[in-house]
């Protein structure tokens, strides 16, 4: 058995960490902006990246290499390690990076630890609010402190349902389809721009559902394990194809029957 230290120590870490890392990310926004000089693009167009970001990783990475040397890293910008102690860090240096750009409030910070069981803690850092959500396997959910769930179940027709889409074209035009599908039947949609952000809305109750086909694993690894200790039911795989839901049961169960049935392909 591996010798992993308490929750509350990998927890600590990671909150340093994010609030060191969203620190540097609100000392650098003023000076930049979506067609600043040095904002390139990764998979699309429509899909930035800056100075920033990578500034972040590489402010995370090496405090937990001081921290935890053995531990295995998984960044959106890069950072690729193997993990020799059973514990692998999932980082998402920035997360909402259009919303960031474009010198708005809704952006985090999200840092995961995962062993063979999925996610033992996850920490989502909004610097601009104030506001840090954090779980721990098995341990509850916060919000600056305060205990999270448990979630309302409404029906469809009640609920505010969150979502995002890709930055692949081609993707989106199919995910467009779903959204002509639930607009008629929910409360009403949102677009947050932040997956990190949109799972943790679900775990405060500030929306009943998030839903996304072809969300990367750095976007949804805290966020996920903070929604669910709060008591919400997180789809992914076989029932969701390349997708991830979270809601409390009920809800969750009705919005995979409306979502499945024609799940965006993967572009090749
Ligand atoms: C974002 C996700 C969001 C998705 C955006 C983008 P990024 O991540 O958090 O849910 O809809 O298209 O992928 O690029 O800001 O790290």
Known sequence: MLNTPPHTELRELALRLAFEAGAELVARQPGLSIDAAGVETKTSAS???????????????????????????????????????????????????????????D?????????????????VHQPRTGLTWSAARGAGAVRNDVALGPLRDVALESALVSTGFSYLPEVRAEQADHLRRLLPVVRDVRRGGSAALDLCSVADGTADAYYEHLIQP?????????????????????????GVLAAAPALAA??????????????V
Do not use: M
């Open 218 to 242: 750095w976007d949804i690894a805290a966020g996920s394990l903070i929604a669910r200790e709060a008591g919400a039911q997180i789809i992914t795989g076989t029932a969701l194809p390349h």
């Open 107 to 123: 952006w985090c910070v999200s840092i995961a630890v995962e062993d063979g069981a999925g996610a033992l803690v996850g920490v």
């Open 254 to 267: 009705a919005l995979v029957e409306l979502l499945a049935p024609s799940t965006p392909r993967r572009s």
């Open 47 to 105: 899909d930035p990246v800056s100075a920033a970001d990578r500034a972040s990783e590489k402010l995370i990475t090496d405090g937990l290499t001081a921290a935890r040397p053995g531990d295995g890293l998984l960044g959106e910008e890069g950072a690729s390690r193997p993990s020799t102690t059973g514990l692998t860090w999932v980082i998402d240096p920035l997360d909402g990076t259009v919303n960031y750009l474009y010198g708005r409030l």
